[in-house]
């Protein structure tokens, strides 16, 4: 930091006149590589490249030489920015090479050789383990030098040789020198020599040299470091999630099939989910077949309206279907999993005794796994042996005994029939997620100045004016993020419908939900462009409803923005 601190003057000297031609050289020879690279798919170099590779290779080698440019320029304008993105450029080259390192060498396929023979080998890591703590334990002879190095040197042969016989027991010197071997093609060397180009462009302009040349400041120095410790976290994001998520739009609109090559179609897929029809009906049980083009539409529903009516086709009938259930679903699911999580923080935030071990106990569904519910719930559904229909059949044998009043037990088929399936799954999601909700309600009711509710009280407020003018018009930050994520979820339901039905769309799909059938189409009929225009479209729906959420909360908050 003093190497920083010095005056701006002292950046214009003959050595860092030499650093920035340096820097700024490098920052155009990059760029020209760079357009290169990006030109190279289109020229026949890399002809067994698809298309998207070739796209997606040339936007981002494209982006890249702007950027250097963009760098250069402002390099040799002595502005820092230039140093922030050639920092930038160059660490994310930096870990491209590392990757291709890693792959070339056959780093992620050795890991899952190196799991064959860990469960034998990890017994040597205690001798590894043994050592450290008998180095450790030379913290306590401190008075007595002697006794403390002997301690200390005896820990470290241990740890040598526990390390030693791990990675013989392993195969791992074995697997080092494959990997190294691996490396010895034209693709290994050029990542080495790019890891050790970037590397070294990336200590040059860090060092206290560079950053003088191009006045840099503490604020400067304390920004990237920021960067640096979030990249990390940045770099997953958009290799595990940003890039997916673009390369799943750029197959909505192919016909991908996870075997052959895509096809670009265009918007033959979005077409086909949103291609409906509405006929007017002569009667209301007339034959679909008669006012639609059954080649290409299927009844998804019918309304009736006087002695005619109006049918609805489409021509991805389970679409639609999907999506009335899942909208049936969240219509329902939301306000049971909300209102009683809304009520019981209420009770829990009392001072009753037992209160803490209530929360707990409300909590516990939210944590338990998802699959190990589904199962309980199937059985206790179960039409036969199951506990509810055992309590309703109780129920209704005791009203009957009491009124003689001849109630006939239903029966009720839960997961087998189409009127009760998609409620047997709204009761599991509602009774799983309301713990959750009631402990971010319980958070918010806490925040809540009791000053508040004492002067409420001296006005003479009863309870009910209380929750209704004070907790409720409070709790509204709260309220929008629980019905907003409840709602995100709920949109979302795959698990209890996948593991809870047999089969997993229910009786007539009557439980067919849009990730459901994303799921089908993509994962079993291997449909993954279809899919991927059905994950938009979902996409679409969830922003949505959360826009209109949004927008309501601005409108009733109590607050500015």
Not at 414 to 420: K, P
Request: aromatic share 14%; glycine share 8%.
């Amino acid at each position: 930091m003093t190497a920083l601190s010095a005056t701006p003057g002292t950046s214009s000297t003959p050595q860092n006149d030499l650093i920035l031609r340096l820097l700024t050289l490098w920052r155009i020879l990059f760029s020209l590589l760079a357009v290169g690279g990006a030109l190279a798919p289109w020229v026949g170099l890399l002809a067994n490249l698809r298309l998207w590779q070739g796209l997606l290779l040339s936007l981002v080698l494209g982006l890249a030489a702007l950027f250097s440019a963009l760098a250069a320029f402002d390099i040799s304008k002595r502005q820092h920015r230039g140093r922030t993105i050639s920092l930038f450029i160059d660490y994310l080259a930096l870990v491209a090479c590392l990757v291709v390192i890693l792959q070339v060498g056959g780093i992620f396929t050795g890991i899952d050789a190196l799991g064959d023979v860990f469960g034998r080998s990890v017994i040597y890591l205690l001798i590894a383990l043994a050592g450290y703590l008998i180095g450790a334990a030379g913290d306590y002879f401190q008075n007595r030098s002697q006794t403390e190095k002997i301690l200390r040197q005896v820990g470290k042969w241990i740890m040598l040789l526990g390390a030693l016989v791990f990675l013989l027991t392993a195969n791992l010197l074995q697997g080092l020198l494959a990997f190294f071997q691996n490396l010895a093609n034209l693709t290994g060397i050029l990542a080495v020599l790019g890891l050790i180009v970037f590397g070294l462009a990336v200590w040059g302009m860090w060092r206290a040299p560079s950053a003088l040349a191009l006045n840099a400041k503490t604020n400067h120095e304390q920004m990237l470091n920021g960067w640096l410790f979030l990249s990390p976290n940045l770099l997953g994001f958009m290799i595990f999630f940003a890039g997916p998520l673009l390369l799943s739009f750029y197959f909505s609109f192919t016909d991908s099939d996870a075997f052959n090559t895509p096809k670009w179609i265009g918007f033959e897929n979005y077409a086909k989910i949103l291609n409906v029809t509405i006929k007017p009906l002569a009667s209301p049980d007339q034959l679909a077949r008669e006012v639609l083009d059954i080649k290409v539409f299927d009844e998804v529903g019918r309304l009736k309206l006087g002695n005619g009516g109006i049918l609805f086709g489409a021509e991805d009938r389970l679409f639609w279907l999907a999506l009335k259930n899942t909208l049936t679903y969240a219509l329902f699911a939301v306000p049971l999993s909300v209102i009683p999580a809304l009520v019981l923080a209420n009770i829990l935030n009392s001072k009753l005794p037992g209160m803490k071990f209530f929360r707990a106990v409300y909590f516990i569904p939210s944590i338990a796994a998802i699959v190990g519910i589904a199962l309980v719930w199937q059985w206790l559904f179960n039409a036969t042996i199951g506990y509810i229909n055992y309590f309703i059949t109780l129920g209704i044998d005791l009203w009957n005994n009491l009124f003689n009043a001849g109630v006939i037990d239903p029966k009720i088929r839960w997961v087998s029939d189409e009127r009760t399936a998609l409620l047997a799954v709204i009761v599991i999601a509602a009774w799983q997620t309301m713990g959750f909700n009631t402990v971010l309600f319980l958070a918010g009711l806490q925040n809540i100045p009791g000053e508040l509710y004492e002067a409420a009280t001296v006005d003479g407020a009863g309870a009910w004016d209380k929750f209704w003018r004070i907790t409720l018009p409070m709790l509204a930050p709260s309220t929008f993020y629980v019905v907003s994520t409840t709602t995100i979820q709920a949109m979302q339901v795959f698990e209890q419908v996948f593991i809870l039905m047999n089969p997993a769309e229910g009786p007539n799909n009557s439980t067919i939900t849009l990730v459901l059938y994303l799921y089908r189409s993509g994962f079993q009929n291997f449909k993954q462009g279809y899919a991927s225009a059905l994950a938009w479209v979902l996409f679409i729906v969830i922003f949505g409803l959360t826009l209109i959420q949004f927008r309501q909360q601005r409108r009733s908050s109590i607050y500015e923005s």
